[in-house]
């Protein structure tokens, strides 16, 4: 089955700094990406999404990046905001209508 | 619109009970999945039903777990006996297929804890 990876575990930036998110993935038949934002009390919120027909896809301060070759796939945040601290998760799907397959997810911390 | 809603937020229980979680989808998505995030581990994939049907159970643990989606409606979960290897936070998501896509909208979680 599909295994993924994602790193780092924690991430600790301050105000206005960037952050990276890196996942990797084990199934080259996995073709839709989404990465997910957590808040404390609160299940898991859709933030962006990419798909394999994309390398990159922007919105706003949040972008991802996919490698298909590579099998990789990467979250920005430019400009972080302290509101931008929370629990972030990579997922690997097959395709629509399959399970999402998650990464460990990356406690990130946005110090004023 | 009203997102997915699940019901207990938080249930303690003794080992060897019995727990029902329920999920109401958001209105007129066909597909309802349940995943599990055991404590400093990933969320996991249960199950999948379309409408009524269970399309995928193949991360189901054990047979002491059960769900159901009657009318294909809302679902519910139950464990029975409960084990304290079942704790964890159990979400719920559902979605609707659109231009062959489809986006998952989780529920706030159901936080499980057996004693």
């Known amino acids: 089955g599909e295994n993924v990876e994602q790193h780092p575990s924690t991430l600790s930036v301050q105000e206005g700094d960037s952050a990276v998110i890196k996942c990797t993935y084990s199934?080259?038949?996995?073709?839709?990406f989404p990465w997910y934002k957590q808040e404390l009390g609160k299940g898991p919120q859709l933030i962006i999404d990419?798909?394999?027909?994309?390398g990159e896809k922007k919105d706003q301060r949040i972008a991802v990046t996919l490698n298909k070759t590579a099998k990789h796939f990467s979250l920005h945040i430019t400009e972080t905001q302290p509101e931008d601290s929370a629990v972030y998760f990579c997922a690997a799907s097959m395709n629509s209508g399959y399970a999402l397959n998650f990464g460990k997810g990356t406690s990130l911390l946005v110090t004023p | 619109e009203a997102g997915v809603t699940q019901f207990p937020s938080h249930s303690v229980i003794e080992k060897g009970q019995t727990v029902t979680l329920r999920c109401d989808p958001i209105s007129g998505h066909d597909n309802l999945y349940w995943y599990r995030r055991v404590m400093g581990k990933e969320i996991k994939f249960l199950l999948h039903f379309v409408k009524e049907s269970k399309q995928d159970e193949s991360g189901m643990p054990n047979n002491r777990f059960l769900a159901e989606r009657t009318g294909g409606t809302y679902s519910t979960l139950k464990v029975q006996p409960a084990e304290l290897e079942d704790s964890g936070v159990y979400f719920c998501?559902?979605?609707?297929?659109?231009?062959?896509?489809?986006?998952?909208?989780f529920g706030p979680g159901t936080r499980l804890l057996v004693l």
């Open positions: 199934d080259s038949a996995s073709n839709y």
């Open positions: 998501a559902s979605s609707q297929l659109e231009d062959s896509q489809e986006t998952q909208y």
């Open positions: 990419i798909r394999s027909n994309v």
